[in-house]
Nanobody, 122 residues
């Protein structure tokens, strides 16, 4: 059974840092792209960061560039979040098995975690 388990969420003050982790189990994910998404209250889920399995190429939504870093280690995915802002408050989801977020590409990912809450106070 495939399972994605996120951890590392919590509450921080603006300017603080958090490191999210996602552990994937149930199959070999070494040839799967991995990504982080987030969903804020009352908003649609949005892409945050992506890492390609073949060469480690990364992509980020503009609002987190220079502040967030995605990385992976075999079946573990990480998101280092620095200089957090109140607008980063959301539930963060780990996703596996989808395409890079190029313009016009539908971001259909095969597997999703349950999410971890990140709250940034001003």
């Amino acid at each position: 059974q495939v399972r994605l388990l996120e951890s590392g969420g919590g509450s921080v003050q603006a300017g603080g840092s958090l490191r999210l982790s996602c552990t994937a189990s149930g199959r070999d994910f070494s040839t799967y792209n991995m990504a982080w998404f987030r969903q804020a209250p009352g908003k649609e889920r949005e892409f945050v960061a992506f890492v390609r399995w073949s060469d480690g190429m990364t992509m980020y939504v503009d609002s987190v560039k220079g502040r967030f870093t995605i990385s992976r280690d075999n079946a573990r995915l990480y998101l280092q979040m620095n200089a957090l802002k109140p607008e980063d408050t959301a539930v963060y989801y780990c996703a596996v098995g989808g395409p890079p977020p190029y313009a016009g590409v539908r971001l259909d990912y095969v597997y999703w975690g349950q999410g971890t809450q990140v709250t940034v106070a001003s």
